[in-house]
């Protein structure tokens, strides 16, 4: 079955420093989704992205954050200058469709840890 | 802004017994619902939906009932086995449009444990 695979699983960055989270979403997929889940928290979204643009955004979703999709196939969270308060689980979501019904499919997330 | 809320943070049940996860939300906009499951080190794992206007879903030992006017929904787990033990995460789906794209907003999750 396929699946959406993020890298690297476990990330450490000192604070101020710029990381960047990766992501292959499901080939045939057209809708990708970054959500965060800090220690003991809720799951969080934070961007979703179609048709080459971010459709919508949440308010943890500030300008040091942004997403791209390089090519046919990455999806990427870049955060400029980390904060201690970045540490949590990163996870990417895609699916294949909005206005008809899937369900979103998740990675297995990236740790990331701010130290 | 908790929309969607899990009040159980935790559930133990004997295998075999039913299990079941409850989940409240207040948002009459949301269209779909959801049970993702969780094991640690891993992405969440979607495990059945109900569409809005259905009050029942049943897939094999899962079944989830949404009560609209109650705003409630539960997962029922039957029989129970130890593979089982996991968080479930409740999530809701706002109707796409009107500046919505269909996000996913989750609870906090609940953590079964089933015993052998």
């Known amino acids: 079955e396929p699946e959406v695979t993020q890298t690297p699983s476990h990330q450490v960055t000192q604070m101020g420093q710029e990381v960047i989270l990766r992501c292959v979403p499901i080939s045939n997929h057209l809708y990708f989704y970054w959500y965060r889940q800090i220690l003991g928290q809720k799951v969080e979204f934070l961007v979703s992205?179609?048709?080459?643009?971010?459709?919508?955004k949440s308010e943890i979703f500030d300008d040091q954050f942004s997403v791209e999709r390089p090519d046919g196939s990455n999806f990427t969270l870049k955060i400029r200058s980390t904060k201690l308060e970045d540490s949590a689980m990163y996870f990417c979501?895609?699916?294949?469709?909005?206005?008809?019904?899937?369900?979103?499919?998740f990675g297995n997330g990236t740790r990331l840890t701010v130290t | 802004d908790q929309q969607v809320k899990q009040n159980s943070p935790s559930l133990s049940v004997q295998e075999g017994r039913i299990s079941i996860l409850n989940c409240d939300y207040t948002?009459?906009?949301?269209?779909?619902f959801l049970w993702y499951k969780k094991y640690p080190a891993e992405g969440p794992t979607f495990l059945i939906s109900i569409s809005s206007i259905k009050d029942k879903n049943e897939d094999g030992r899962f079944t989830v009932f949404l009560n609209k006017s109650a705003k409630h929904l539960s997962l029922h787990i039957v029989p129970s086995q130890p593979g089982d033990s996991a968080v479930y995460f409740c999530?809701?789906?706002?109707?796409?449009?009107?500046?919505?794209?269909?996000?996913?907003?989750f609870g906090q999750g609940t953590t079964l444990q089933v015993k052998p």
């Open positions: 979501a895609s699916s294949g469709a909005i206005r008809g019904w899937r369900p979103l499919h």
């Open positions: 948002n009459s906009m949301f269209d779909y």
């Open positions: 999530a809701a789906r706002q109707a796409y449009g009107s500046g919505n794209t269909g996000k996913l907003i």
């Open positions: 992205f179609y048709n080459n643009e971010i459709s919508e």
